[in-house]
């Protein structure tokens, strides 16, 4: 089947090639940091984690958000899933890879990463990331590969195939789960030491990532004549409706557990976020602008599912996965570490070779997205010819 | 060269111990000072070291010059990377305010709120600085004294982010450059890697107290045994009123302050 991942019109090809730039870009940012340390980055003393860090917990929800096709599918015979399931599954494995990637490039001794395996450290959470996220990888890989082989052959698949799929669906609940347990239990980073962080996490994983599956239907539809069906995306944009609505709930939550109890360390980091602290309000136009879109997202998005608007549903989509793009990919990380030990409050932002590096990741993701959906129209025009 | 079945049994042996043991065998070696030949006895021993710092003693004196601050970051090879974003220290000087956030009296007391005193990483009992460590190249000795292994350390800064002390420094750059002078009988340390106070383990290894608490021209700093009933730090916090920083965290910081 790999072959097909390179065949296309000249259109697919130009798109190909257009990833590469990013990519190459990014590739010669990492060698320079490589060479240099992570100093080239934004990141201080203070500010231990950055961009890279956001981006690999951002996009573990992205990963995760998978099982929002695979379980209503698989467990409760949903049909209208029947087309995208296999979408689903793969963007998770481009998602994951994406996440692997940003920790990689994050290290300060990357040629030392197998001593998380030489020596394992059971105590430490991120021993059990390691090990949920390649775990994921390679079952969204297996049961995505073996259901689209046996699709082209016009067969059932395998027996064994089930329980794996039945096993990816808490798995992908753990993924996210653990990234949240990285940050929640640490002691004295007050923004993250709460038991809503991984609830909260999923929520904004199951309404960012079907957000992006509808997009990338949409643009397969514009770009490869590619179907999704009607059904598959009503179901989806409700799934985003609801877990959004969750989302902002759990806002809601946590500023008045924060605020209401009285206690300064509890609202500092809040305060740094949404009002600025001692001065300090650089981040403070920008989570506005991404709690406006959550909220603004919500009555956008009831009104596209009544009236079926493709447009409509899109700027939705694109709302949803820009607002949390912007409150995990940022904001969480940021704002955990502005009031510092030392209760001073200490600022970032990235540097341009580390926004570079990142988006280089990305383009990697999204090159390996396109392959892998490339075969699996491929794989859909040869069964289906028109 | 030719090496006979019974050598090679031998170094297969060797070399499945060493993968075996939680420090390999390369370690062992590598990490060989003259202070491993001593004979038994000379090293100072301890149940649990700990650091007792007057607080009167250290703000009366005034002309120390931060003796404590240089005597540390001269003898263990820690640059002065001359900004504050890629810093890196062991032991430095911060604002009382900064250090006990919440325990400083708004009347008696209050004056300590803007004076520096030394901060450095506590030892903590329960560390969370080791718990997250993903490859164990950060770990609590039975001593309680918390050490680093820059050799394995990944880079990862999970210990960093976990430490509520802020005690823990990463290398965002090549430090070499920024050594005015090398101190041959401490290694340095590369970029990329995470460094903090060791409590001065080599040291101790040698009979000798930590290069701070020797420094200090006012005697503030007491080192010594808090299992020790005899010793000085136990006599000191027996006759004193002393604080730790951030207690409610469950911690256990083996720096204690008297006020």
Known sequence: MLEKAFIGQSRYQVWLA????????????????????????????????????????????????????????YSHDTREFGRVVILGEFLAVAAVVMCILHIFVDLGQPTRILNVLLHPAPQSVMFWDMIVLNGYLLLNLVIGWTTLDCERNGSKPPGWVKPLVYLSIPWAVSIHTVTAFLYSGLPGRHLWLTALLAPRFLATAFAAGPALLILLCLILKKTAGFDAGGGALRKLSITVTYAMIVNVFFIAVEFFTSYYCGVPSDRQDLQYLFFGFEGHARMVPWMWASLAMAVAS??????????????????????????????????????????????????????????????????????????????VLSVREESNPV | MKISRRTALKLSLLTGFSLTRKHSLFAIVASARPSDLLPPGAALKAGRWVMVIDLKKCVAAKDCHDACVHACHDTHNVPDMGNKKDEVKWIWREEGAHLFPDQLGEYRGAELAHQTVPALCNHCANPPCTRVCPTGATFKRGDGIVVMDPHRCIGCRFCMAACPYGSRSFNWKDPRPYLKKINPDYPTRTK????????????LAQGKLPACVTACPAEAMAFGD???EKSLVVKLLRENFSIRRKPELGTEPAVYYLV
């Open chain 1, 18 to 73: 257009c990833l590469l730039i990013p990519i190459a870009a990014g590739l010669a940012c990492y060698f320079n940091q490589y060479a240099h340390g992570l100093g080239i980055t934004g990141m201080s003393r203070d500010v231990i984690w950055g961009f890279y860090i956001a981006q690999f917990t951002f996009l573990v929800g992205v990963a995760a958000s998978a099982v929002m096709v695979v379980l209503p599918f």
């Open chain 1, 298 to 375: 919500i009555p956008v998005l009831l009104i596209s599912i009544r009236r079926r608007t493709h447009l409509l549903l899109a700027v939705a989509c694109g709302m949803v996965f820009l607002s949390t793009w912007m409150d995990k990919g940022l904001g969480l990380i940021a704002g955990g570490f502005a009031i510092t030990p030392m209760d001073t409050v200490a600022d970032y932002a990235p540097t341009l070779p580390e926004v570079l590096i990142s988006v280089g990741i990305y383009a990697g993701g999204a090159l390996l997205l396109t392959l892998l959906y490339r075969i």
């Open chain 2, 192 to 203: 990329g890697v995470v460094e903090k106070c060791t409590f001065c383990d080599e040291r």
């Open chain 2, 226 to 228: 808090l299992k020790d």
